[in-house]
């Protein structure tokens, strides 16, 4: 049976071990966007090593089953969440679908692939919150097409907040199996990162923007 109160810590051991995430606060990552970032995060790698996404799939169904109970249908995000929202559909014994990014352009011009049907209450499954854009605009085509987004739910959030306040005004509740918070403090134990590097770790979360420059 999965604990709840430990999911957090042992993701964030899980992302480390398979350098799912690295930390260089002192030699930065340049995002696409041009942002200097301390931290790089590649969640795909976890489809990888079985016993991880296992443990990632039974985390999300342990939320699921303690705080969403009457879910309906589980929706991964494309491309990433794809194969999560499959096994975690897989435990619930649910229906799964997902969502593009944007409609096809041929076709019947689906947005949301598989079955939602109007009322049904529908989780997303997400890999990983930046700033939170692509969720908010899969969770919003689930209500476009008359269903209840309950949640999105991500395997890990970089806490900015930025996407906080963009999911509270989109008015969709979010919820991470780990954060950048428990990563920290992982990575710290582990001896990953020095005490030195935590004050501007915590900078780059509190104005990213600015980190860097």
Same mark, same amino acid.
């Given at each position: /049976?999965?604990?709840?109160?430990?999911?957090?810590?042992?993701?964030?051991?899980?992302?480390?071990?398979?350098?799912?995430?690295?930390?260089?606060?002192?030699?930065?990552?340049?995002?696409?966007?041009?942002?200097?970032?301390?931290?790089?995060?590649?969640?795909?790698?976890?489809?990888?090593?079985?016993?991880?996404?296992?443990?990632?799939?039974?985390?999300?169904?342990?939320?699921?089953?303690?705080?969403?109970?009457?879910?309906?249908?589980?929706?991964?995000?494309?491309?990433?969440?794809?194969?999560?929202?499959?096994?975690?559909?897989?435990?619930?014994?649910?229906? /799964?679908?997902?969502?593009?990014?944007?409609?096809?352009?041929?076709?019947?011009?689906?947005?949301?692939?598989? /079955?939602?049907?109007?009322?049904?209450?529908?989780?997303?499954?997400?890999?990983?919150?930046?700033?939170?854009?692509?969720?908010?605009?899969?969770?919003?085509?689930?209500?476009?097409?008359?269903?209840?987004?309950?949640?999105?739910?991500?395997?890990?959030?970089?806490?900015?907040?930025?996407?906080?306040?963009?999911?509270?005004?989109?008015?969709?509740?979010?919820?991470?199996?780990?954060?950048?918070?428990?990563?920290?403090?992982?990575?710290?134990?582990?001896?990953?990162?020095?005490?030195?590097?935590?004050?501007?770790?915590?900078?780059?979360?509190?104005?990213?923007?600015?980190?860097?420059?």
């Amino acid at each position: /049976m999965t604990k709840l109160a430990e999911i957090p810590g042992q993701i964030a051991a899980y992302l480390l071990q398979i350098e799912a995430v690295a930390l260089r606060p002192k030699q930065p990552f340049t995002w696409t966007s041009g942002i200097k970032s301390p931290i790089y995060c590649d969640n795909r790698l976890t489809m990888s090593y079985p016993e991880i996404r296992e443990y990632i799939a039974e985390s999300f169904a342990a939320v699921i089953r303690d705080q969403y109970p009457d879910t309906e249908v589980i929706a991964g995000t494309a491309t990433a969440g794809i194969p999560h929202a499959a096994w975690v559909a897989q435990k619930l014994n649910l229906p /799964m679908a997902y969502i593009r990014d944007k409609a096809k352009g041929h076709g019947k011009e689906n947005q949301i692939e598989g /079955m939602i049907k109007p009322g049904q209450k529908v989780i997303v499954i997400e890999d990983l919150i930046s700033t939170g854009g692509s969720s908010i605009k899969a969770a919003l085509a689930i209500k476009d097409a008359g269903a209840v987004p309950q949640a999105v739910l991500a395997i890990f959030s970089y806490q900015l907040d930025k996407a906080v306040q963009a999911f509270s005004d989109a008015g969709i509740p979010l919820q991470t199996l780990s954060n950048y918070g428990a990563l920290m403090d992982v990575a710290l134990e582990q001896g990953v990162i020095q005490e030195d590097d935590v004050a501007a770790l915590k900078a780059w979360r509190e104005d990213p923007s600015s980190f860097g420059v």
